[in-house]
Structure formats: C-alpha cells, structure tokens
C-alpha cells in the first residue's frame, strides 16, 4: 500500500480491506492522513512527536531523512472509499450510515465481497436495503449475465438518482438484449419514482415559501386588512426582526457560547419586541395623523421605509450578515432518494401555524381583538362605547409590526439578512392579503399557501422570472372577476 506505482498500490489496499484486522485500519486510516513516513524499505506511522512500528507497534525512532508517502487523487479516493467500506463493520450505527452515503454510487466490483459481508451483518433494516442497492449497482458491471439481470431487478425498487445514473451508464455499454430489456424495465421504474419525489419536493417547497408569506402577510393582514394602512415600510420592520436576531446571536456568542443552540428561542421575543416598538413609535409620530387619507400613508411610509434601510446600513453596514442556524436546525429528513426536508424549513412552517393560531386566538377571542374588530367596523359608535381609539389603534399598529419581526427572524433562517431584505416580499405579501380577501385572516392563509404551491410547480416547468409573471397574471386576472378576494367580508362587517 506504500511501496510502488499507483496501479499496485491500489490492488495491494483493496486485497488488504477484505480481510482488514483493526491494525490494517489503523494503518489505512494513517495513510490517508498522510501520517506514514517510509526510509528504504522500512514503514512509519506517526503520531504526534512519535513514531511506531505498524506491524508491532511499538515505538521507533524517527529518521531524520525519512520521506513522506504520496498519494495521488487515485490513491485518496480509493483510500477513503476503503476506509467508508470498512466502517460499514462498525458497531456504531450512525459511522455505518456515514460510510453508505460515501459509498453511494460506488461501482468497482473489488468492493463486493466486503459490501456482501457488511449486507449479512447489518440487521438494520433501513442500512440492510441501502447496501443491497449499493451491492446491485455493483453488480451491474458485472461480466456474468444472470448477475446483470439480478442487478437490474433489484435496482427498479431504488428511489435513488444515482441508481438512474448507473443504470443510464450500463444501458450505454451493455450488449446483451435480455439485459437491455431488464435495464429499461428498471430505469423506468426508478424515473417513475424520481418524479413522485420530484413532485412532492415542489409540494413541500411551495408550502415552505407558502409559510414564509403567511408569516410576512399575517402583520399586513392587521395593518392594511384591518387598519386600511398601506404600510409600506412594513418589509423594513421585518429587515428589523431579523437584525435583532443577528444581535442576539452576537450577544450569545459572545457572552453565553454554551448556550448558542438555543439563542433562536431568545431572537423570537425581542425580534417581536423590537418590530413592535418601531411600529408603535411609526403610528404615535406619523401614521395616526394620516388615517383615512391612503395616498399620503403611502408616500410617507414608503419614506419611511428608505429612512429605516439607510439607518441599518449606517449601523451594520450595506453587506449581508450571516445569521447562523442552531444544530438543531442544521440538517433534515431524508424521504426518498430525491427528497430531503430539511429542518430549518419544517421549523418554520411549524412556527408560521404557531403564529397563525396565536393571532386568530388574539383576534377573536381577546379584549384587545374586540376593540380592533369594534374599532375597525365602526369607529365613531366605538369610540361612544368608551373605547380609547387611538390606544387601540397603536396596540394594533404594534401587533402587525411585531408578527413582521417574526417573519424577519423567521427568514434570517434560510437566507442572509441585508438592508433589503423586505424589498423581497413586501409585493408578494400585499397580493396575498389582496387576494386572500382584505382582513380575512383564512383567506390570508389559503392565499398564501395557494401561491406558495403555484409559484414552485410553475418554477419547475417555466423558470423563476416566468413563473412570477404567470402568478401575477393569475391575480389581476383574479381580482378582476372577484375583487372582493377569496372570502369577502358579510353582513354588517361590509
């Protein structure tokens, strides 16, 4: 394994991989590591300051003339693909599934022997079915005919993409007509799965982005459905949740780097916190003196909005900052062969259905809700009721404010936070609560999962800059025979 061309060397690690003891690991190990040194014909594995005798191990001394070993691109695929083959022996689970991931796509039938020893030890059953692929793909290069034909059946059960590739592979090369049909057989059967995958990832990521403008619209479902305030520096409150989680994250790992896992659960408040201030200094200074009068609400809130990105870049400066996901959020759910959910999404779908139910609950069942029900039917007779309107109005103003600052810490998750971050989705949160029917939180909810779903099935046949344009069309057109939006409002409410 040290000694020799490439071609040798190579041999030589895969006759020692079949029959490896936990010395020849140790030593296939320190190999890849770059830790042998060798003087004529004499081998060293070093240690630190130290070097031992691979055989014996015992302690040598250390040539000062002693040449490192090395190794080509050749030499250090074969040897981690080694080293993952050899792991699929371990006792420790999560190293087997490690090694299987490695191995995934791995077609030199000098693997086979140690992939069948590892099939027969392996009694979980999720590993035991990744090895039988991974031990059919290598049967596909196989120069027996009825092995072929084996491969093949066992390859049409694979959700995998790798598999479609082997098999494209050996459709190209193979020149028996019974297994061209057994090829065929199976790669359509692999294809067929690939797009259930296919289709059920554009599912999941529609109800993904659907979530991510559920939150964004949840805040201007208060403050324009209910209010009738079109706000537009509502995507700089959000740009401010989601800077207040980057300070959070600061103050963590600066002050508590035990604890950064969980700095997440402390941004949640004060993203809230933060936004909502904002928004109630905005209605109290501005915005109180312009109800009734939407043109100006808009050209002021839109001056709002440059004031607000010019402060952040004076503060953080014009660069994205990257705003870390927790461990806990850092990987997924592996479904199918094409198909991962990954957990920072599944959190936040998780969290927009959190904050949906808190505002419903808010909304209908609680004082304050009351008041902006009352308040925004009928301000005069509510305000004789002894309602402090103004109050109401600010309390309200704070509260879609603050949902805005969920949004932003929510989005600080999947993607860099900037300057112009709320730029992003303040149109496509105005057309949601437009469509969904102005001040209708269901209609919010079906409106934004409904375009959320749209807007990926359509990215997927079309391309991202079509797709928009089709859902855009879809909403004028829309609007224009129902303008009143999925659910209008009834009764008196009109």
């Not at 130290?50 to 691109?73: H, Q, R, Y």
């Not at 596909?140 to 093949?152: I, P, V």
């Not at 740009?239 to 963590?252: L, S």
């Amino acid at each position: 394994m040290v000694f020799g061309d490439t071609e040798a060397r190579v041999e030589a690690l895969s006759k020692a991989a079949l029959a490896a003891d936990d010395k020849t690991v140790a030593f296939i190990q320190a190999l890849a590591d770059d830790a042998v040194r060798t003087q004529g014909d004499k081998v060293f594995v070093v240690k630190g300051d130290k070097a031992f005798d691979p055989v014996s191990g015992a302690e040598l001394s250390l040539p000062a003339d002693a040449e490192e070993v090395i190794n080509p691109n050749l030499m250090r695929s074969e040897l981690d693909t080694a080293l993952a083959a050899l792991k699929l022996l371990s006792r420790d689970e999560s190293l087997r599934r490690d090694a299987l991931k490695t191995l995934a796509g791995e077609t030199d039938e000098a693997r086979l022997p140690l992939i069948e020893k590892a099939y027969a030890a392996e009694t979980v059953p999720a590993l035991k079915s990744q090895l039988a692929l991974i031990r059919a793909a290598i049967l596909l290069g196989s120069s027996d005919k009825t092995r072929r034909l084996k491969a093949a059946a066992l390859l049409a059960d694979s959700h995998s993409p790798a598999t479609k590739t082997a098999l494209l592979d050996r459709l190209r090369v193979e020149s028996d007509a019974d297994v061209k049909v057994a090829l065929r057989a199976a790669l359509t059967r692999v294809e067929a799965a690939l797009a259930w995958g296919d289709r059920l990832g554009a599912i999941f990521s529609g109800i993904s982005l659907g979530s991510i403008l559920l939150l964004v619209a949840l805040g201007l479902a208060i403050t324009y459905g209910l209010m009738g305030v079109i706000n537009m520096a509502h995507g700089e409150l959000m740009m401010i949740g989601a800077y207040a989680t980057y300070v959070v994250q600061g103050v963590f790992q600066a002050y508590l780097p035990a604890a950064f896992d969980w700095y997440l659960l402390a941004a949640v408040p004060v993203a809230f916190g933060a936004s909502a201030l904002m928004g109630a200094v905005l209605e109290r200074s501005v915005i109180r003196f312009l109800y009734g009068r939407p043109l100006e609400t808009l050209l002021a809130t839109w001056g709002i909005s440059l004031m607000l990105q010019q402060l952040v870049r004076s503060i953080f400066g014009a660069q994205n900052v990257g705003v870390e996901n927790p461990v806990w959020m850092s990987s997924g759910v592996q479904v199918l062969g094409n198909l991962s959910l990954p957990y920072n999404r599944l959190v936040i779908i998780a969290f927009a259905a959190f904050v949906l139910g808190a505002v419903a609950w808010l909304i209908s069942r609680t004082r304050l809700g009351l008041f902006v029900r009352g308040v925004t039917q009928n301000r005069p007779i509510a305000a004789c009721m002894g309602v402090n309107t103004a109050r109401v109005d600010t309390y309200a103003f704070a509260l879609g404010s603050g949902i805005a600052g969920l949004a932003g810490c929510a989005l600080s998750q999947v993607g860099n936070v900037g300057p112009d971050l709320g730029q992003s989705y303040i149109v496509d949160a105005f057309m949601v609560v437009v469509l969904g029917g102005v001040g209708q939180l269901a209609g919010t909810v079906y409106a934004a999962m409904g375009l959320g779903i749209l807007n990926k099935f359509l990215e997927g046949w079309t391309g991202a800059v079509l797709a928009k344009i089709a859902v855009l069309v879809f909403i004028i057109v829309f609007i224009q025979k129902r303008p009143q939006g999925i659910f209008a409002m009834k009764g008196r409410e009109v």
